[in-house]
């Protein structure tokens, strides 16, 4: 494979970060995350405050070559005209199918694409994919070799290990060798889920297997990093790494990638719970039919840290179309607004946001 193929669009997202900022610092993407990285969330991130990189959901790569279940999929990699293009994130256990699914993203126009190599979900595991091929390193390296056979960048995500984070020394090398050109290491392992914190004393000596094994591969650390403020700082303690992915931290904070983090009111989250709304429909007018009750999972991102926040959401939580969600928003907002406008409500990061998650959840 020409190194030319392999790093041209990873170059240019260096290059352009490196210009915006007239300084070195890391690129900033969004993980990929199943039934919420669609064009749809995508969209609202990007007018909250955009990442440098975006990735679709996971999508299999069977379902995408199988002449029957490709439509099944093609939702997941449903990419808007105004839209940044993402990067494509797939899974399988078969080579061929690995290398048919990226012959159809680059006739999509996808420019890059992410081999899902650490997905902890036990129905992936069973189908030999996903963290799993941690535990089979021969297979993982005839994927990746297969996929490289294509005309995209191959980067790959995956975890620490299967059983211990430890395993890393062992399984690393394996993926490194091939020179993909973007690892992005979520820093668990699979066993750990996301229970146990993330396991930053690894970096620099991950960092120090990518300078000796392949120099030229970017490293992108994932885990526990919830804002661009603290991607930064974590990049200042560990030179060397290329790029930082926020996943979870999204769902507390829409503005997570702000490079000066501000204050946002109510009125502004509520902008993009509408805007979300406006998405939904027009999504599933162009024909890609999405499921209203995933929309629900959205509402606490926009919808917390203030007076009524939780009847609020219940209320919606009980709708069954956004024309239902915008109906009760437009009776119950000037309500709400009136109820914050003494303590000069802050939409995120205060005490009141956390007690009132805290009793969300019980």
Same mark, same amino acid.
């Given at each position: 494979?020409?190194?030319? &193929?392999?790093?041209?669009?990873?170059?240019?997202?260096?290059?352009? #970060?490196?210009?915006?900022?007239?300084? @070195?610092?890391?690129?900033?993407?969004?993980?990929?995350?199943?039934?919420?990285?669609?064009?749809?969330?995508?969209?609202?991130?990007?007018?909250?405050?955009?990442?440098?990189?975006?990735? @679709?959901?996971? %999508?299999?790569?069977?379902?995408?070559?199988?002449?029957?279940?490709?439509?099944?999929?093609?939702?997941?990699?449903?990419?808007?005209?105004?839209?940044?293009?993402?990067?494509?994130?797939?899974?399988?256990?078969?080579?061929?199918?690995?290398?048919?699914?990226?012959?159809?993203?680059?006739?999509?126009?996808?420019?890059?694409?992410?081999?899902?190599?650490?997905?902890?979900?036990? %129905?992936?595991?069973?189908?030999?994919?996903?963290?799993?091929?941690?535990?089979?390193?021969?297979?993982?390296?005839?994927?990746?070799?297969?996929?490289?056979?294509?005309?995209?960048?191959?980067?790959?995500?995956?975890?620490?290990?299967?059983?211990?984070?430890?395993?890393?020394?062992?399984?690393?090398?394996? #993926?490194?060798?091939?020179?993909?050109?973007?690892?992005?290491?979520?820093?668990?392992?699979?066993?750990?889920?996301?229970?146990?914190?993330?396991?930053?004393?690894?970096?620099?000596?991950?960092?120090?297997?990518?300078?000796?094994?392949?120099?030229?591969?970017?490293?992108?650390?994932?885990?526990?990093?919830?804002?661009? #403020?603290?991607?930064?700082?974590?990049?200042?303690?560990?030179?060397?790494?290329?790029?930082?992915?926020?996943?979870?931290?999204?769902?507390?904070?829409?503005?997570?990638?702000?490079?000066?983090?501000?204050?946002?009111?109510?009125?502004?989250?509520?902008?993009?719970?509408?805007?979300?709304?406006?998405?939904?429909?027009?999504?599933?007018?162009?024909?890609?039919? &999405?499921?209203?009750?995933?929309?629900?999972?959205?509402?606490?991102?926009?919808?917390?840290?203030?007076?009524?926040?939780?009847?609020?959401?219940?209320?919606?939580?009980?709708?069954?179309?956004?024309?239902?969600?915008?109906?009760?928003?437009?009776?119950?907002? %000037?309500?709400?607004?009136?109820? #914050?406008?003494?303590?000069?409500?802050?939409?995120?990061?205060?005490?009141?946001?956390?007690?009132?998650?805290?009793?969300?959840?019980?």
């Amino acid at each position: 494979m020409s190194e030319l &193929k392999q790093n041209t669009f990873w170059d240019e997202v260096v290059e352009k #970060v490196q210009a915006n900022h007239k300084t @070195t610092q890391p690129f900033f993407s969004m993980a990929p995350m199943e039934a919420v990285t669609d064009t749809i969330f995508r969209r609202v991130v990007a007018k909250a405050s955009a990442p440098d990189i975006y990735y @679709t959901e996971f %999508t299999n790569a069977s379902s995408m070559v199988h002449p029957k279940a490709r439509f099944s999929v093609q939702g997941r990699l449903a990419v808007a005209k105004e839209e940044e293009q993402p990067v494509a994130q797939i899974w399988g256990s078969r080579p061929n199918e690995i290398a048919g699914a990226i012959k159809i993203l680059s006739e999509m126009g996808y420019r890059a694409v992410d081999i899902n190599m650490g997905c902890p979900d036990g %129905t992936v595991i069973k189908n030999s994919s996903g963290s799993d091929l941690i535990r089979h390193p021969e297979l993982a390296e005839e994927i990746i070799i297969a996929a490289q056979t294509g005309n995209l960048p191959v980067s790959v995500k995956t975890r620490l290990g299967f059983y211990k984070p430890e395993e890393f020394r062992e399984w690393l090398p394996i #993926v490194l060798r091939h020179n993909v050109a973007v690892l992005t290491v979520h820093l668990r392992s699979r066993k750990e889920m996301s229970k146990a914190p993330a396991h930053y004393e690894f970096i620099d000596e991950i960092l120090a297997m990518r300078d000796e094994i392949a120099p030229n591969t970017l490293i992108q650390i994932n885990g526990d990093i919830k804002t661009r #403020v603290e991607g930064l700082k974590l990049a200042q303690e560990h030179p060397g790494i290329d790029g930082i992915m926020i996943g979870r931290g999204i769902f507390e904070n829409p503005y997570a990638f702000e490079e000066q983090p501000n204050q946002h009111t109510l009125e502004e989250s509520i902008a993009l719970l509408k805007l979300q709304l406006d998405l939904f429909d027009e999504v599933s007018e162009d024909g890609t039919k &999405k499921h209203f009750e995933a929309l629900k999972r959205y509402f606490k991102i926009y919808l917390r840290g203030f007076a009524h926040a939780s009847s609020l959401r219940q209320m919606l939580m009980d709708t069954h179309t956004t024309a239902e969600v915008r109906e009760i928003l437009t009776r119950e907002l %000037t309500k709400v607004y009136a109820a #914050v406008a003494d303590d000069k409500h802050i939409y995120r990061d205060n005490a009141i946001a956390s007690a009132d998650m805290a009793a969300s959840r019980k």
